[in-house]
């Protein structure tokens, strides 16, 4: 991407500009199209009133379990992971921020986080308010929104809390903004099902520690998802990027094709999967405390991981529904 460099107020403009004529764009999207990070868009007022904030973020995020009910927003260039839950648990292994609770399970990398906001946007249906994380190159890595059945009143406390006393004019990103996805599955500390997800979401997409790997007709994972909503199958589905995990651990029920993309729309878990986006798509044996994690990795064209899917495991090493869709998946002649 081109850099830009705009005033405020020629930034507000272009965005006015660029919505007026496509105004379905995302602000990913448009961050993209005018030259500048979605961080710099929020930032300048762009996507609705933002209040700068300030860490330590792990103090921050151990307030949000008095919120109520948030939908939490972890995504990649190709999949939008979203899960409703309470998230009344906090925790850290090394590095790591592990958040939990009611149906959510989501492990932040915050030392990689650059600026946090509070932003209030106006939608047709209303006003929605959420904490959105910002790395260094001003790419979102994970975002909060309130539900209809959040604490408005308490939110609205944790942000006077933790506003930025003076906040700069505009938001400075570091000239060098180069980072590494952590990658790694021997994190001191981590709760043993964490260290099944992390072994199991490889950002890169690298073959570390993959015991077996077999490359799968990309054609047929639409078909796979349809069989899974229609069995209820548990399963497990990780989308993450350089600095965030999150982690559905359920069936899923309600799948809609629109375009490109691949839609899981059930009441506490959204999926969003661009499907043109799969360069490959394997199936994996992960050797772990003596038995397979068994599933699939869907890789983008430069080797990074857009999401994983594995099976709910049990102490015999998996689940055998799964296993046997995984093993009449069609294969594909070309490697990965």
């Known amino acids: 991407m081109r850099k830009q460099s705009y005033s405020t107020r020629a930034l507000q403009q272009a965005w006015e500009n660029l919505q007026a004529e496509r105004p379905q764009t995302r602000i990913r999207e448009a961050a993209s199209l005018l030259g500048v990070s979605e961080a710099e868009l929020v930032a300048s007022g762009c996507a609705g009133n933002a209040v700068q904030l300030d860490g330590p973020w792990p103090a921050l995020l151990a307030e949000i379990g008095e919120l109520g009910l948030l939908m939490g927003l972890t995504r990649n260039d190709e999949a939008v992971?979203?899960?409703?839950?309470?998230?009344?648990?906090?925790?850290?292994?090394?590095?790591?921020?592990?958040?939990?609770?009611?149906?959510?399970?989501t492990a932040l990398l915050t030392g990689l986080w650059h600026a946090g906001f509070a932003v209030c946007e106006t939608t047709r249906i209303g006003e929605r308010r959420s904490l959105q994380f910002f790395d260094a190159r001003g790419e979102?890595?994970?975002?909060?929104?309130?539900?209809?059945?959040?604490?408005?009143?308490?939110?609205?406390?944790?942000?006077?809390?933790?506003?930025?006393?003076?906040?700069?004019?505009?938001?400075?990103?570091?000239?060098?903004?180069?980072?590494?996805?952590?990658?790694?599955?021997?994190?001191?500390?981590?709760?043993?099902?964490?260290?099944?997800?992390?072994?199991?979401?490889?950002?890169?997409?690298?073959?570390?520690?993959?015991?077996?790997?077999?490359?799968?007709?990309?054609?047929?994972?639409?078909?796979?998802?349809?069989?899974?909503?229609?069995?209820?199958?548990?399963?497990?589905?990780?989308?993450?990027?350089?600095?965030?995990?999150?982690?559905?651990?359920?069936?899923?029920?309600?799948?809609?094709?629109?375009?490109?993309?691949?839609?899981?729309?059930?009441?506490?878990?959204?999926?969003?999967?661009?499907q043109t986006a799969i360069a490959c798509l394997r199936s994996v044996n992960l050797p772990h405390r003596g038995h397979g994690l068994q599933g699939l990795q869907l890789l983008n064209a430069r080797g990074q991981t857009i999401a994983s899917l594995f099976g709910c495991d049990d102490p015999a090493g998996g689940n055998p529904l799964w296993r046997d869709l995984l093993a009449g998946l069609p294969g594909e002649t070309a490697p990965c």
């Open 81 to 105: 992971h979203e899960k409703i839950g309470l998230y009344d648990r906090s925790a850290t292994a090394g590095d790591w921020l592990l958040l939990s609770g009611h149906g959510v399970n």
């Open 140 to 274: 979102a890595v994970y975002k909060l929104y309130l539900t209809e059945h959040a604490d408005q009143a308490r939110y609205q406390r944790l942000v006077d809390a933790h506003r930025t006393a003076y906040p700069p004019p505009n938001l400075e990103l570091p000239a060098d903004s180069m980072l590494d996805a952590a990658d790694t599955d021997t994190v001191s500390g981590m709760p043993e099902h964490w260290q099944r997800w992390f072994k199991s979401s490889f950002f890169t997409g690298n073959d570390t520690g993959i015991h077996t790997s077999r490359p799968i007709a990309v054609s047929v994972f639409a078909e796979l998802m349809l069989q899974l909503a229609d069995m209820q199958l548990p399963i497990q589905i990780i989308v993450r990027n350089q600095a965030a995990i999150q982690v559905h651990d359920g069936p899923i029920r309600n799948l809609m094709i629109g375009g490109p993309w691949l839609n899981v729309l059930d009441q506490d878990f959204n999926l969003h999967l661009n």
